[in-house]
């Protein structure tokens, strides 16, 4: 196990319906030094590649995103949450159906703070169905930009998300990939990698 399948193992919840609760560590109460193992790990894992742009989404991904920026030492920008479908031409656009909340937002970036010259790291702390990350990349392409890869704190594996990204050609990399759970007993699967 890893340093952050070992910390889930530890202080994660399973929730009925398919929830795994880490908000003593992730995403609510935020242990920064994880973060910053995540960010090195990332680092890590993208060599090579030529980053100049982290790009999340509120709330739950920025804090990761902000620590995971430093380790690469570029600019953070979060797409922001409008449940308004009334959005002036200054941004790129589009729409999430949230996994947690069960509803629909347009999620939007100011064209200011993105566009052709950039090479973006995107990151999140779940990947589910994977509707964030499509709106991510949606946005960038939009921007002209180029993603370079996906960067996930925990990937649920038995949801469709992590394949549909991965058909798309992307290098995604989940630091846990959670293959099952059981709520009545607590118990985690890991996928081997
Ligand atoms: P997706 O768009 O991939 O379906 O869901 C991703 C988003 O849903 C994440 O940004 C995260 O906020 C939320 N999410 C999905 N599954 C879980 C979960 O099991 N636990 C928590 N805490 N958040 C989740």
């Known amino acids: ?33 994880l973060f910053k193992q995540m960010g090195e790990e990332f680092k ?24 995971v920026a430093e380790c690469f030492d570029v600019p953070v920008v979060f797409a922001k949450k409008s449940q308004s479908v009334n959005i ?3 941004v790129y656009s589009a729409e999430v159906e949230s996994f947690t909340h069960k509803c629909k937002n347009q999620v939007l ?20 169905n994977g509707c964030a990350l499509q709106g991510l990349i949606s946005i960038v392409n ?31 990399e989940s630091l846990a990939i959670v293959d099952g759970m059981n709520a009545a007993d607590g118990s985690i699967n890991f996928r081997e990698e």
């Open 44 to 67: 890590r894992r993208f060599a090579g590649k030529n980053i100049n742009k982290i790009i999340t989404i509120e709330a739950s991904g920025i804090g990761i995103a902000c620590i």
């Open 109 to 128: 970036i100011s064209k200011k703070f993105v566009g052709p010259e950039d090479h973006v790291l995107i990151i999140d702390d779940f990947l589910a």
């Open 1 to 33: 196990m890893n340093f952050l399948e070992e910390r889930i193992m530890k202080d994660g919840v399973v929730k009925e319906g398919n929830i795994l609760k880490v908000d003593s560590f992730l995403n609510h109460q935020m242990d920064v030094k």
């Open 142 to 172: 939009q921007a002209g930009g180029t993603v370079e890869g996906i960067g996930i704190a925990v990937e649920k594996g038995f949801q469709q998300g992590g394949q549909i990204i991965r058909n798309l050609g992307y290098q995604l």
């Open 88 to 90: 002036d031409g200054d």
